[in-house]
């Protein structure tokens, strides 16, 4: 399972870190992300990165946000600075696990935390 956790609420301009740690049955962690929902809107990429460290970010939030991942400690990491009040919304983990070596890997999602922005 995931678990996120360090949402919150912040003024314009101010800094989040969020974290999710996955547990359970892990071979490997490959892809990691974190994804947004806004109330009335769906769910979008905000950003994601491989094992290897390679990063992708969404135009919004290139340059704000800043995506990291432990790999010995199977979490990811999402550092979010000069938050806007558009940035407001749910923030999910999601990683591809594989269970065992030689098996698929599988989509997980964490349960959620709430990024509130104030103008």
């Known amino acids: 399972q995931l678990q996120a956790s360090g949402g919150g609420s912040v003024q314009a301009g101010g800094t989040l870190r969020l974290s999710c740690a996955a547990s359970g049955v892990i071979f490997r962690i490959n892809d990691m992300g974190w994804y947004r929902q806004a109330p009335g809107k769906q769910r979008e990429l905000v950003t994601s990165i491989t094992r290897d460290g390679s990063t992708n970010y969404a135009e919004s939030v290139k340059g704000r946000f800043t995506i990291s991942r432990d790999n010995a400690k199977n979490t990811v990491y999402l550092q979010m600075n000069s938050l806007k009040p558009e940035d407001s919304a749910v923030y999910y983990c999601?990683?591809?696990?594989?269970?065992?070596?030689?098996?698929?890997?599988?989509?997980?999602w964490g349960q959620g935390t709430l990024v509130t922005v104030s103008s």
């Open positions: 999601n990683a591809w696990i594989m269970p065992f070596a030689g098996y698929n890997s599988r989509e997980r």
